[in-house]
């Protein structure tokens, strides 16, 4: 559980972080502001495909989902006694699979633009080379990050495995609140999230279109600490940008460039990184080996992952305290559309909302985790503890690939042997049970879990949590 006492983010001092405490101080003015089942191929299954970070496939974290995408795999620990009937689920859902945002089909244009620049002669010395500069760019700006047609596919089976998880609750003619970010891949995947469900639900008429709803989706858009501190400030990412001079990702660059028989001082770790991410995208869209992928091996890999980790870790997870608090205005409106459910319930009326599904990003869902303790590592991650990082918690692929789900199912159970036992919490992360850390069990009473977390259920107010530094107070004892 976070420590409430901690005074912000440069817990652990360094030079990195008082560098970026001393950026962050603001001075006289505030601070500026494919087909269905699915094959896993031979080469990217064999080393890479493992280490994709938040640009990983579904598949990574459920494999029975590639012999059959409506499995519900072994479902071992999340059934409860037959007594307990469900009452209300709340889905929070990272959009299905994306095509690229402009910026990394930019870079991309720019690293094949100097492979079909090499002299011809070059060819035979560097058939990586070679092979790079045959291959045709495909990707468009105007793509930027829109949902591909696996996108769609992985919110339609997703939306079918919870419908046949929890029949009660998605049976016909109850009331489905579909809302999502206002970016053009979460309205779509909440469209095909819907369409997965098929006929069955009713929708009125004021229903027909995915409510958007970025105060909740998109909370960090709306905190002016994070933005002006974290989001905009790039001395907050001081571990990311050291890690990518340090030592590993030097081996790593030199190992791209002898391939490309390029100087190594054309490239950098940002271009090194759009390769090895363009050997994921041909992966989770198109269902391909891309070439991209024969620049790299395994351990090439976890070091392009563990970027991707820090850039998370310090912007979305554990480095920074507003990352999480920032989310608790998600949090709370969760733990209040479950109590009015249970009151509903003891006052045996029928549930207002028993589904409740919101499609947001992988920037969602990461703040929300580490704002209730989970996945956090006993030492941060930095740019110094790469290998003693080798079996972190913290690894975004195993958390929030795309299409990543955090659900959370209130039971009432009638054979509770304590009023506060009658009503009974569950929560899934991607369809696999979450072990409560005050517990230590999957299933947790209401009242418990309430308990566990009275502190950011009744002191954690968005508006204050992320006002901006006020003038001649350091950032460090705002954040």
């Given at each position: 559980?976070?420590?409430?006492?901690?005074?912000?983010?440069?817990?652990?001092?360094?030079?990195?972080?008082?560098?970026?405490?001393?950026?962050?101080?603001?001075?006289?003015?505030?601070?500026?502001?494919?087909?269905?089942?699915?094959?896993?191929?031979?080469?990217?299954?064999?080393?890479?495909?493992?280490?994709?970070?938040?640009?990983?496939?579904?598949?990574?974290?459920?494999?029975?989902?590639?012999?059959?995408?409506?499995?519900?795999?072994?479902?071992?620990?999340?059934?409860?006694?037959?007594?307990?009937?469900?009452?209300?689920?709340?889905?929070?859902?990272?959009?299905?699979?994306?095509?690229?945002?402009?910026?990394?089909?930019?870079?991309?244009?720019?690293?094949?633009?100097?492979?079909?620049?090499?002299?011809?002669?070059?060819?035979?010395?560097?058939?990586?080379?070679?092979?790079?500069?045959?291959?045709?760019?495909?990707?468009?700006?105007?793509?930027?990050?829109?949902?591909?047609?696996?996108?769609?596919?992985?919110?339609?089976?997703?939306?079918?495995?919870?419908?046949?998880?929890?029949?009660?609750?998605?049976?016909?003619?109850?009331?489905?609140?579909?809302?999502?970010?206002?970016?053009?891949?979460?309205?779509?995947?909440?469209?095909?999230?819907?369409?997965?469900?098929?006929?069955?639900?009713?929708?009125?008429?004021?229903?027909?279109?995915?409510?958007?709803?970025?105060?909740?989706?998109?909370?960090?858009?709306?905190?002016?600490?994070?933005?002006?501190?974290?989001?905009?400030?790039?001395?907050?990412?001081?571990?990311?940008?050291?890690?990518?001079?340090?030592?590993?990702?030097?081996?790593?660059?030199?190992?791209?460039?002898g391939a490309l028989c390029l100087p190594v001082e054309e490239l950098n770790a940002d271009l090194v990184q759009v390769a090895f991410?363009?050997?994921?995208?041909?992966?989770?869209?198109?269902?391909?080996?891309?070439?991209?992928?024969?620049?790299?091996?395994?351990?090439?890999?976890?070091?392009?992952?563990?970027?991707?980790?820090?850039?998370?870790?310090?912007?979305?997870?554990?480095?920074?305290?507003?990352?999480?608090?920032?989310?608790?205005?998600?949090?709370?409106?969760?733990?209040?559309?479950?109590?009015?459910?249970?009151?509903?319930?003891?006052?045996?009326?029928?549930?207002?909302?028993?589904?409740?599904?919101?499609?947001?990003?992988?920037?969602?869902?990461?703040?929300?985790?580490?704002?209730?303790?989970?996945?956090?590592?006993?030492?941060?991650?930095?740019?110094?503890?790469?290998?003693?990082?080798?079996?972190?918690?913290?690894?975004?692929?195993?958390?929030?690939?795309?299409?990543?789900?955090?659900?959370?199912?209130?039971?009432?159970?009638?054979?509770?042997?304590?009023?506060?036992?009658?009503?009974?919490?569950?929560?899934?992360?991607?369809?696999?049970?979450?072990?409560?850390?005050?517990?230590?069990?999957?299933?947790?009473?209401?009242?418990?879990?309430?308990?566990?977390?009275?502190?950011?259920?009744?002191?954690?107010?968005?508006?204050?949590?992320?006002?901006?530094?006020?003038?001649?107070?350091?950032?460090?004892?705002?954040?």
């Amino acid at each position: 559980r976070r420590g409430e006492g901690e005074t912000g983010p440069f817990r652990s001092a360094s030079s990195c972080e008082s560098r970026a405490v001393a950026a962050m101080a603001p001075s006289g003015m505030a601070a500026v502001v494919l087909s269905a089942a699915l094959l896993l191929l031979p080469l990217a299954s064999a080393g890479l495909s493992g280490y994709f970070g938040t640009k990983s496939r579904y598949e990574e974290v459920n494999p029975h989902l590639v012999r059959d995408p409506l499995s519900l795999g072994s479902a071992a620990g999340s059934r409860l006694p037959a007594a307990c009937a469900p009452l209300q689920l709340r889905a929070l859902v990272r959009h299905g699979t994306r095509y690229p945002t402009s910026g990394q089909i930019r870079r991309l244009g720019e690293l094949h633009g100097r492979l079909l620049r090499r002299p011809a002669a070059a060819a035979a010395a560097c058939p990586a080379a070679a092979d790079l500069a045959a291959w045709q760019m495909w990707y468009e700006e105007s793509l930027d990050g829109r949902l591909a047609p696996q996108g769609r596919r992985d919110m339609e089976h997703l939306a079918r495995r919870l419908a046949a998880r929890f029949p009660a609750l998605f049976a016909a003619r109850r009331r489905l609140v579909l809302a999502s970010s206002s970016k053009h891949r979460c309205r779509q995947s909440g469209a095909a999230f819907r369409r997965g469900l098929g006929p069955s639900l009713s929708f009125g008429s004021d229903e027909e279109e995915v409510e958007v709803n970025d105060s909740l989706m998109r909370f960090f858009d709306h905190c002016a600490k994070f933005v002006a501190l974290v989001e905009e400030n790039d001395a907050a990412m001081c571990q990311v940008n050291a890690f990518k001079e340090g030592s590993e990702m030097k081996k790593v660059l030199e190992k791209v460039a002898g391939a490309l028989c390029l100087p190594v001082e054309e490239l950098n770790a940002d271009l090194v990184q759009v390769a090895f991410l363009t050997c994921s995208y041909e992966l989770a869209i198109k269902n391909v080996t891309s070439p991209w992928c024969s620049l790299f091996s395994e351990e090439d890999a976890k070091v392009l992952e563990y970027l991707n980790d820090l850039k998370q870790y310090w912007k979305r997870g554990y480095g920074y305290d507003i990352n999480s608090r920032s989310s608790c205005i998600l949090f709370q409106d969760i733990f209040q559309h479950l109590d009015k459910a249970v009151e509903e319930s003891k006052s045996s009326k029928p549930i207002s909302s028993p589904l409740i599904v919101q499609v947001g990003h992988a920037e969602t869902l990461q703040p929300l985790l580490a704002l209730m303790g989970f996945f956090k590592d006993d030492e941060p991650l930095k740019a110094n503890n790469y290998a003693r990082q080798a079996h972190r918690k913290f690894r975004s692929g195993r958390i929030v690939p795309y299409a990543a789900n955090l659900v959370f199912v209130l039971y009432h159970c009638d054979q509770g042997k304590t009023s506060k036992e009658e009503y009974q919490v569950q929560m899934l992360l991607n369809e696999k049970p979450l072990l409560f850390h005050h517990s230590n069990e999957t299933i947790s009473s209401y009242a418990d879990l309430k308990d566990y977390y009275k502190d950011i259920l009744e002191n954690c107010h968005f508006k204050e949590v992320c006002e901006l530094p006020k003038v001649n107070v350091t950032a460090v004892d705002e954040l």
